[in-house]
C-alpha cells in the first residue's frame, strides 16, 4: 500500500534549479513512474535530492540528469525515484476493506469448487497492507479450517530499498504502534531484539516483486482481488486511466477492487458494480465485461 506521497513539508535546501532543469526534472518523473510534480515544486525536488547529489558529488540537478542518461544502467534512475517518494502506511488501514475480506470475499470464495484466492497487493511499500491481508486469511482458516485450499498475496513496490524492508517483516515498536492491536502483535509476531519478526506463517503466503505501475502486469498472473490504495492520486489523469484498465484485464470476471478514499475508477467504471459496505467503497468486476 504504497503511497507514493511527495514531501510537501520538507526544508528547503540550498540546491537551486533552474526552469529548464526542473522542466526536465518533472519530464523524466512523469515517465519513469508516472508521478506529476506540480510547477512550483523546485525547493522540494533540492530537498529529496540533496543527500544524492552529495553522494556523487554533482553540484546541480542538471548534471544529475546528464548523469543518467549517459549511465541509463547504473542504477541511478530508481534511486532518484526512490528518493523522491516517501512510504507511509500502517496495519489495517481504513479498516474496512480487511472487514469485507474476512467477512464477504472469503466466505464467497470457500464456497466455490476450488477454494483458491489470488490477490494483489499494488504498491505495498514496507509490506504492511500485505501482511494485513495475510493475517486477516489467517483468521479466517482459524475459524474455517479447510476454508480454503490456496492463498496468495503478490506484493508489487518500485522501491528496492522498500521492498527489502517488506521482505524483511521487521517492525519497531513505532511501526507496530500503527493500526496494529495488542492481541495481533502477540499472536502473529515474534520479539526479535528491538524490532519484531512477523511469523513465517504469515510471511510465507506473501510473494514480493519489484515492479513500477508503468510496466506490464501480464507476467503477475490473474487475481481475485486487487488493492491499489491510495497511489493513483499521483499520476496524470491520462496514466491512472491505463493502470484500471491494465489492471481490469487481469482481475477474475467477479473479482474485487479496492481503491483508496479520494481514488475513482477512471475510464473503466462501466465494467464494475459499486459496492458499499462497513462504511467503505468497493468494486466488482461484472462477469460480463470484455478484456479490452
Keep these: 500500500m ?8 520538507s526544508v528547503v535546501s540550498g540546491q537551486s534549479i533552474q ?29 529529496r535530492l540533496d543527500n544524492l547529489l552529495k553522494e556523487l558529488a554533482l553540484d546541480s540537478i542538471k548534471n544529475l540528469i546528464e548523469t543518467l542518461k ?20 500502517s496495519w489495517f488501514r481504513d479498516g474496512y476493506p480487511f472487514e469485507i475480506l474476512k467477512k464477504v470475499i472469503l466466505p464467497e ?24 491481508i495475510s493475517m486477516i486469511i489467517q483468521e479466517f482458516l482459524r475459524e474455517r479450517p479447510g476454508g480454503l485450499t490456496y492463498s496468495q498475496i ?28 495488542q492481541e495481533r ?15 513465517r506463517e504469515i510471511r510465507e503466503r506473501v510473494v514480493f516483486k519489484e515492479l513500477n505501475l508503468m510496466d506490464s502486469y501480464m507476467l503477475l498472473g490473474r ?35 479496492f481503491l483508496g478514499a479520494s481514488e475513482s475508477l477512471t475510464g473503466c467504471a462501466d465494467d464494475y458494480e459499486i459496492l458499499q459496505l462497513y ?9 460480463h465485461s470484455v478484456k479490452k
Design 70 to 89: 549517459n549511465n541509463p544502467r547504473s542504477g541511478l534512475r530508481e534511486r532518484i525515484i526512490d528518493a523522491m517518494t516517501t512510504n507511509e502506511t
Design 279 to 287: 462504511d467503505g467503497i468497493f468494486y466488482k468486476l461484472k462477469n
Design 223 to 257: 487475481f481475485d482481488v486487487v488493492f491499489c490504495r491510495n497511489v493513483l492520486i499521483y499520476f496524470s489523469e491520462s496514466v491512472k486511466a491505463d493502470i484500471l484498465r491494465r489492471i481490469t484485464r487481469i482481475l477474475q470476471p467477479g473479482g474485487y477492487l
Design 154 to 181: 503478490v506484493s508489487s513496490e518500485i522501491s528496492a530499498s522498500m521492498l527489502q524492508s517488506a521482505r524483511e517483516g521487521l517492525y519497531d515498536k513505532m511501526s507496530l504502534s500503527r493500526g496494529l492491536s
Design 19 to 47: 526552469s529548464d532543469d526542473y522542466k526536465a526534472f518533472r519530464k523524466f518523473l512523469e515517465e519513469a513512474c508516472g508521478i506529476v510534480l506540480g510547477e512550483n515544486k523546485q525547493y522540494l525536488v533540492a530537498n
Design 2 to 9: 504504497l503511497n507514493y506521497r511527495i514531501m510537501a513539508n
Design 185 to 199: 502483535r502477540e499472536r502473529f509476531f515474534i520479539a526479535n531484539d528491538i524490532r519484531w519478526q512477523i511469523k
Design 109 to 132: 470464495v470457500a464456497q466455490k469448487k476450488t477454494r483458491e484466492i489470488r490477490i494483489w497487493s499494488a504498491a505495498c511499500s514496507s509490506g504492511q497492507e500485505p501482511y494485513s
